[in-house]
């Protein structure tokens, strides 16, 4: 989709982009809100607003197929963040303190490893449940 909003500059910072799309939304422009959520998303591929702002609109138009891509995208975005940041070097004394405090919690089991799926993976992936089920009818 091209964007064809005449006030939307390609220097425009995500949060600027987030309230003009924000403003379409209320304004019932959802397409061009939709193209500028994808701008924002391809700017900062992390934003989770972005993501759900736009997944929202896909669901109002019952654009079941568009979410589940949307989801899917989300999700694999998240997920490689997360990976990236359990990588990055941390001193055995807070590593040893972050798993006591997670099993403390009951957010681990016994050897360290979490039980649930952060946030906002966890919501995501129920959602893809349910957008697949309603693909499918």
Do not use: C
Not at 23 to 33: I, P, R, S, V, Y
Not at 41 to 67: C, G, Q, S, V, W
């Amino acid at each position: 989709m091209k964007l064809a909003h005449k006030n939307l500059k390609d220097d425009d910072e995500p949060g600027d982009l987030l309230n003009k799309a924000k403003q379409l939304e209320k304004q019932g422009e959802m397409e061009e809100a939709a193209s500028v959520y994808e701008k924002i998303i391809r700017k900062d591929p992390f934003d989770e607003n972005a993501y759900n702002r736009l997944m929202i609109i896909h669901r109002k138009n019952k654009e079941y197929k568009k979410e589940k891509a949307i989801l899917d995208a989300a999700i694999k975005a998240f997920q490689q963040l997360y990976a990236e940041s359990l990588r990055l070097p941390v001193p055995p004394r807070i590593k040893s303190l972050s798993k006591q405090i997670l099993k403390a919690t009951g957010l681990a089991d016994k050897s360290g490893n979490l039980l649930y799926e952060r946030e906002p993976l966890y919501r995501w992936n129920k959602r893809r449940e349910l957008v697949i089920k309603k693909i499918k009818k």
